[in-house]
């Protein structure tokens, strides 16, 4: 395996830190503040996105820097996971920085969806305003009223009835919900309960001005909204659509989510490893600018040591990303699912360790919105359930490792 970037990534890499250096850096701090004073409340109707973000999602596109994550040469730049990954990374180091190059969570995986997965009809309705940034979408998957840590239980229902498709049930935690230009969700409920566990559930493309479909509320993490973006929690009552908002047919929603699942870890862990380099880049600055007891914050109670571990084990998680990264594009998804799994627990507990350590540092100004931590904090938390328990994962791991020994 060869983790060197080629050409093409380098390329990428140079410009994408170019204009982050032109564009985004300088209204950071700027962009943080304002968001919160733009949205105050959990009133999601409300809620406005930065008025800086158009102008940057513009200035994205016009740099050739819009839809990396898609590998299509002509919809998207054309890049692999391995290219594309560092990519994410240097994305992921400002969190709002993401949507201005269209590729933000979860509209990623959606787009995915739809174009792995999706007719020509419904990419042509759905992919592609997706794809132009025109509109937002969300993925309804989590539920409140079961163990979601076993998407088995999913217990939303999803009937046929002549032409249509009739939904039923509750959702939560569904990223996007609260954006101002959410349109559609892909929904996945129990459509075929008689089959096998893994051919039990569909997914299907819900307008969200459908009739019957209630935001019963807005869910804080860490006490935060997160707004404009947001996690939610939806309400289907009855909820008709037409049969043709089916994805590919009764029964193929978990085949579906294993295409949608794979390269989308590899973009939410790239962008994790980014979280981590700015708390650490944070961490050291903040050590050598304070003065405690007569000396910087650096020299004192083993920081350095602390510095060096962070630094270690950034380098391992990206190593390991890296080669989950190369399995995919060269052996498939299938053949990759330790390195997934493996990453899924690796990045976000990393993550969650150097932010840690840096908010220490900074000491009850990183508990405050005077600096990012806190929100690199709730995220770090929030990736070790949002792409799943570490338990899970771990069992994933150690069952394909005792199928070596049997």
Request: net charge neutral; proline share 5%.
């Amino acid at each position: 395996m060869d983790f060197s970037y080629n050409t093409k990534t380098q390329d990428y890499l140079t410009r994408i830190k170019a204009f982050m250096a032109e564009h985004v850096e300088p209204i950071e701090d700027k962009v943080y503040q304002e968001i919160h004073e733009l949205n105050p409340t959990g009133d999601h109707k409300a809620w406005k996105v930065h008025p800086a973000m158009e102008g940057l999602k513009q200035k994205a596109r016009d740099a050739g820097l819009w839809n990396l994550f898609l590998p299509d040469a002509e919809l998207g730049q054309g890049l692999t996971c391995s290219e594309y990954a560092p990519l994410a990374e240097e994305t992921g180091k400002i969190l709002f920085s993401p949507e201005i190059f269209n590729c933000n969570a979860p509209d990623t995986g959606n787009m995915e969806v739809l174009y792995h997965f999706g007719n020509d009809a419904q990419k042509a309705q759905w992919l592609t305003p997706l794809l132009q940034g025109k509109i937002r979408s969300v993925f309804g998957m989590t539920e409140p009223d079961v163990a979601s840590s076993d998407a088995t239980n999913m217990a939303a229902t999803i009937i046929e009835d002549g032409d249509e498709l009739v939904l039923n049930g509750k959702k939560w935690w569904s990223t996007g919900l609260g954006h101002p230009n959410a349109k559609v969700m892909i929904f996945m409920g129990l459509s075929n309960p008689e089959n096998d566990k893994h051919s039990q559930h569909s997914m299907v493309i819900l307008p969200l001005d459908t009739p019957g479909i209630t935001i019963k509320r807005m869910l804080t993490a860490y006490g935060d909204y997160d707004a404009p973006f947001g996690h939610g929690e939806i309400h289907l009552n009855d909820v008709r659509v037409p049969k043709t908002n089916l994805l590919v047919g009764m029964g193929k929603g978990f085949a579906i989510a294993q295409g949608r699942l794979g390269p989308g870890r590899i973009h939410h862990c790239m962008r994790a490893i980014g979280m981590a380099e700015k708390a650490l880049a944070l961490a050291i600055k903040r050590g050598n600018s304070r003065v405690a007891f007569g000396r910087p914050l650096i020299e004192l109670g083993g920081n350095k040591e602390r510095i060096a571990h962070a630094r270690m084990a950034i380098e391992q998680a990206r190593l390991l990303t890296l080669q989950a990264a190369w399995k995919i594009d060269n052996l498939g998804v299938k053949n990759a699912m330790v390195d997934i799994s493996a990453i899924k627990v690796v990045v976000p507990n990393m993550l969650e360790s150097v932010v840690d350590m840096a908010v220490q540092i900074h000491g009850g100004g990183g508990m405050s919105n005077d600096y990012p931590l806190a929100k690199l904090a709730a995220g770090a938390r929030s990736l070790r359930l949002a792409d799943g328990p570490d338990e899970v994962h771990m069992a994933m791991v150690s069952r394909l490792e005792l199928r070596k020994y049997k």
